[in-house]
């Protein structure tokens, strides 16, 4: 044993050192949350604004004020001096410009569409950060927790403040179908994404109606709206947190966890 460390002194470049990992910014809430699950802390040196905001995070405040935010300009960026960029599908020109020029690679997600899409992006973050393993382990816990439902299938629909309503070709639309829902959207003619009136939704109510609002809100114009408080006296009326539509990754989980509640409480 001696005789084998004297060696390794004396021919260091037998001994690889470690790879150093790279210094990564995030301009995108989404990738944010990956990174809480599958990045070491040290290595984070600035991740999006949107997640330092309560309204809009799908992190907690407590692992997002730990780092520096920016809003995704070119200067904040290159100020953190990193190794890559991590962004969603939209990022400014100057952004990718400045980062082009200073050979900083930036690397761009799309929406995930669905719980496989999600899942690969998962991998492809945690592989850029340099902790594939931890992708890989995330990703199966996503698995594990979108396994299809085997019941009959509950209309349903997801209605927001506004109106919108995430319809076929979403991520939500995926999730409610593996929690044993079926997405009403089609019924009512709605595109992908698309408003739907309240008349319509009154007109024609699902069995299900998961509103973004919070519980006990009454001032929202469309989901506090007094014919909706109606409508929970014949269907169900489920509170569904809009922080579990921001984003795909780690927040299937809770996602899922929150549907399949929902769904276990109405009989087919």
């Known amino acids: 044993m001696i005789r084998l460390a004297a060696l390794l002194l004396a021919a260091p470049g037998l001994?690889?050192?470690?790879?150093?990992?790279?210094?990564?910014?995030?301009?995108?809430?989404?990738?944010?949350?990956?990174?809480?699950?599958?990045?070491?802390?040290?290595?984070?040196v600035g991740i999006s604004h949107y997640s330092q905001d309560i309204r809009a995070t799908s992190v907690p405040l407590s692992w997002s004020n730990r780092f520096k935010a920016t809003s995704g300009t070119a200067?904040?960026?290159?100020?953190?001096?990193?190794?890559?960029?991590?962004?969603?599908?939209?990022?400014?020109?100057?952004?990718?410009?400045?980062?082009?020029?200073?050979?900083?690679?930036?690397?761009?997600?799309?929406v995930a569409e669905s719980v496989p899409e999600s899942m690969e992006q998962v991998r492809a973050i945690a592989a850029a950060t340099g902790h594939a393993a931890r992708g890989e382990a995330l990703a199966a816990r996503i698995a594990a927790a979108a396994t299809p439902a085997r019941v009959a299938p509950v209309g349903a629909l997801v209605w927001q403040g506004n109106g919108l309503v995430p319809g076929a070709g979403t991520l939500t639309d995926d999730l409610l179908k593996r929690a044993g829902f079926r997405n009403m959207s089609a019924a009512y003619g709605l595109k992908q994404w698309d408003v739907l009136p309240l008349e319509y939704l009154v007109a024609n109510p699902p069995r299900v109606l998961l509103s973004t609002a919070p519980a006990g809100v009454q001032d929202d114009?469309?989901?506090?709206?007094?014919?909706?408080?109606?409508?929970?006296?014949h269907i169900k009326v489920a509170p569904y947190p809009t922080r579990l539509m921001?984003?795909?990754?780690?927040?299937?989980?809770?996602?899922?966890?929150?549907?399949?509640?929902?769904?276990?409480?109405?009989?087919s």
């Open 75 to 110: 200067e904040e960026v290159v100020a953190l001096r990193p190794d890559i960029v991590l962004a969603g599908p939209h990022v400014e020109p100057a952004t990718i410009a400045a980062l082009k020029r200073l050979k900083i690679a930036l690397v761009q997600y799309p």
């Open 221 to 233: 114009r469309m989901t506090g709206h007094p014919a909706v408080r109606r409508l929970a006296q």
């Open 246 to 267: 921001n984003c795909g990754g780690p927040t299937i989980i809770a996602a899922m966890a929150r549907l399949r509640q929902v769904r276990g409480a109405v009989t």
């Open 15 to 44: 001994v690889s050192a470690a790879p150093r990992l790279p210094r990564v910014v995030s301009i995108n809430p989404c990738v944010d949350a990956v990174l809480a699950r599958v990045a070491d802390p040290a290595q984070i």
